[in-house]
């Protein structure tokens, strides 16, 4: 975590929200898709929650970087905005036609590892060690796992392979992408995200109309789900995950990669009726392994953990209220 952050019960409950709410998308992706076809599915979530965040963005007054943009960052800004929504929410609406919305969620946790060697060819100082270079290992054969022939069984799709690929190249993208935000100057998170939804919303949703024509109106099950991923999942997890960072810190919020596909799993098996294999098992063990020996360390991790007990504990002791 960031110097002088100390997460606080609060932190830790938000946490748990984001987790949830993060399982809970790949949930919503496989009832949408029950309705929509995935490009539209991609673009009215984009389009829904950009302006969801427009709303919330105006009452900061639009405030985006603190001087003009140059037009090196303005071309960044259109890169971020293919590779955090337009490509990754494409990939993954397609993507989960063929696997379970368990395993999406465990290859979207990779993203996390794939950051590591791409910072450290493109980032000063984010140069790999051998701790991050064993939590690599450990990651990637987490991923090798997962698309080991026993995963091919549990959708039942037979695009199955082709739909763990478009898992992992959405990973690539928002690792990618995590990258270029670095080469930002200070900008405002708010507008950031809106930015990206907006722009992501003014491409993809013409692709749609293209390429798919105008969609039929889906039942109400899908309509909900894609409303749901639009304000909850895309605008309200971007607001809960500025709150965690500037309460708690990156670091803290980085064990949103550990919650989420537990949530994840969860509620496949339970709401969707999904097959949770051995392999999804144990290559979420691995890639949760390995993202702990990359990114925290035994330090840090003790820290974040040590906090817990004392938070949960102490109750309304310290302030009279949960915070």
């Given amino acids: 975590m960031v110097a002088g952050l100390q997460a606080q019960r609060r932190d830790w409950f938000c946490l748990l929200a984001l987790g949830l709410i993060g399982g809970g998308t ?12 995935p490009l539209w599915l991609a673009g009215l979530r984009i389009l829904f929650g950009g302006l969801v965040m427009a709303a919330i963005w105006a009452l900061q007054g ?4 603190a001087q003009s943009p140059r037009r090196m960052t303005l071309i960044h800004l259109l890169a971020i905005s293919l590779l955090s929504t337009v490509i990754p929410f494409s990939l993954i609406s397609w993507g989960q036609q063929h696997v379970t919305s368990g395993f999406a969620a465990v290859a979207m946790a990779s ?17 790999l060690t051998q701790r991050k270079s064993w939590g690599l290992i450990a990651g990637f054969a987490g991923v090798l796992v997962l698309i080991g022939p026993g995963t ?5 799709s037979g695009l199955e392979l082709l739909g763990q690929l478009a898992c992992f190249a959405a990973a690539s993208c928002y690792a990618t992408s995590s990258i270029i935000v670095r080469r930002l100057p200070q900008v405002n ?18 692709a749609a109309l293209i390429t798919q024509g105008s969609p039929d109106m889906p039942p109400a099950s899908a309509l909900g789900a894609v409303m749901a991923l639009a304000v909850i999942s895309t605008a309200g997890s971007n607001m809960l995950g500025i709150l965690v960072i500037r309460s708690a810190g990156p670091t803290f919020m980085g064990l949103t990669n550990y919650i989420t596909p537990v949530f994840a799993i969860i ?10 294999t051995l392999r999804i098992l144990a290559g979420f063990v691995l890639i949760a392994l390995g993202l702990a020996i990359a990114h925290l360390g035994r330090a840090k991790l003790k820290a974040a953990l040590r906090s817990l007990p004392g938070r949960l504990g102490r109750g309304r002791a310290a302030h009279g209220s949960v915070r």
């Fill in 152 to 156: 091919l069984s549990a959708a039942g």
């Fill in 62 to 65: 639009f405030r985006l970087f």
């Fill in 267 to 276: 509620l496949g098996a339970m709401v969707l009726g999904e097959q949770v």
């Fill in 111 to 127: 993203s996390a590892l794939m950051v590591a060697p791409l910072a450290h060819f493109t980032v000063r100082g984010e140069q």
């Fill in 26 to 37: 790949f949930m919503a992706v496989e009832i949408a898709l029950t309705g929509l076809a």
């Fill in 189 to 206: 998170p708010v507008g950031l995200v809106t930015v990206m939804l907006l722009t992501g919303a003014s491409i993809i949703v013409p």
